[in-house]
T-cell receptor, first 111, second 114 residues
Framework: EDKVVQSPLSLVVHEGDTVTLNCSYE??????LLWYKQEKKAPTFLFML????IEKKSGRLSSILDKKELFSILNITATQTGDSAVYLC???????????FGQGTTLQVKP | DGGITQSPKYLFRKEGQNVTLSCEQN?????MYWYRQDPGQGLRLIYY???????QKGDIAEGYSVSREKKESFPLTVTSAQKNPTAFYLC?????????????FGEGSWLTVV
């Protein structure tokens, strides 16, 4: 059965800290891995990763995929209180386009 | 503005009643999805549709029904057969069902059954 596991489940840091969120997966037909940020309501898209070893970067956020070891990490540097959210990792397999989500990591950034 | 509109945002219903959640998109996307999120958990797929007049069950379809009569609309009915319907429901869409396309989400609907 395909599954996605995120760790840690929750994390509390102070502003300015750097955090690394982990996502490991076991899938039969990997196509892509996506990261989303969810603040109360709709998840907002952060990154889509399809190739190993290529870092995607957007401001203070970056992500990389290791298809050999079946994991991805999301890094946030110089965290701010506005980074507080649930971060969701999801993989897409097969040809249907549907996403399989992990349980999410809840990040709280304290002032 | 282009986007995905879900309504209502908050809905209270008595046990045993069917409820329908609306999802409309003006992004001209072919594929649409319904997910359910319970507190402290990730999203689980209920139903998805890759094209008009066609849809497939996701991982937790029991107690739910959908229709896809128009490209822009994908309503979800939570029936009385759903044992634990109280949850946050998210509608999403993508250009098509291809694996290289991003999925975008609506703002969600909170359903509370009392």
């Amino acid at each position: 059965e395909d599954k996605v596991v995120q760790s840690p489940l929750s994390l509390v840091v102070h502003e300015g800290d750097t955090v690394t969120l982990n996502c490991s997966y076991e899938v039969t037909n990997f196509r892509s891995l996506l990261w989303y940020k969810q603040e109360k309501k709709a998840p907002t898209f952060l990154f889509m990763l399809t190739s190993s070893g290529i870092e995607k970067k957007s401001g203070r956020l970056s992500s990389i995929l290791d298809k050999k070891e079946l994991f991805s990490i999301l890094n946030i540097t110089a965290t701010q209180t506005g980074d507080s959210a649930v971060y969701l990792c999801a993989f897409r397999g097969g040809n249907t386009g549907k996403l399989i989500f992990g349980q999410g990591t809840t990040l709280q950034v304290k002032p | 503005d282009g986007g995905i509109t879900q309504s209502p945002k908050y809905l209270f219903r008595k046990e045993g009643q069917n409820v329908t959640l609306s999802c409309e998109q003006n992004l001209n996307h072919d594929a649409m999805y319904w997910y359910r999120q319970d507190p402290g958990q990730g999203l689980r797929l209920i139903y998805y549709s890759q094209i008009v007049n066609d849809f497939q069950k996701g991982d937790i379809a029991e107690g739910y029904s959908v229709s896809r009569e128009k490209k822009e609309s994908f309503p979800l009915t939570v029936t009385s057969a759903q044992k634990n319907p109280t949850a946050f429901y998210l509608c999403a869409s993508s250009i098509d069902g291809g694996p290289g396309n991003t999925i975008y989400f609506g703002e969600g609907s909170w359903l509370t059954v009392v």
